[in-house]
């Protein structure tokens, strides 16, 4: 691994709790600023799992998408919303679907799992300049 890969870490995430669907994460952003973000995983995590990671951080007035209650979903447990306008988002792709800021996407982190599916490692995308 280069030097420019390793600075893109933002995080290492155990996934061993089985029952649980977000993990919230604190990391730098690519200018040194504190940022938090999300891991999420939809489906059976025996099965078809897949995980996705956003920064915590609504396109529309750039709040935490939980307004800090920890509670990430809408109802149907399929979409990502955020708490304070009901903005909600694809989990796939990120992209508003519904609410003020439709079309515009959540910012997307890569997710690398380890060969046992025990860990994932978030990567900032893109130019790093740290």
Known sequence: MNSCESS?????????????????????DGFGRPASGILVRMGDVSKDAEYRAYR????????PL?????????ASGHLIQCKMHG???????GE???????????????VELSADG????????GLALG
């Not at 939980?66 to 809408?74: C, R, T, V």
């Open 8 to 28: 893109n870490i933002v995080a290492t995430i155990a996934l061993e709790d089985d029952a649980r669907r977000v993990w919230p994460f604190d990391y730098l």
């Open 66 to 74: 939980d307004d800090g209650s920890g509670d990430f979903f809408d």
């Open 87 to 93: 903005a909600r988002f694809e989990f796939d792709t």
């Open 96 to 110: 508003c679907i519904m609410g003020p800021c439709d079309g515009e996407y959540l910012e997307a982190l890569r």
């Open 118 to 125: 025990k860990r994932a490692t978030i990567r900032r995308g």
């Open 56 to 63: 915590n951080l609504c396109p529309h007035w750039s709040m």
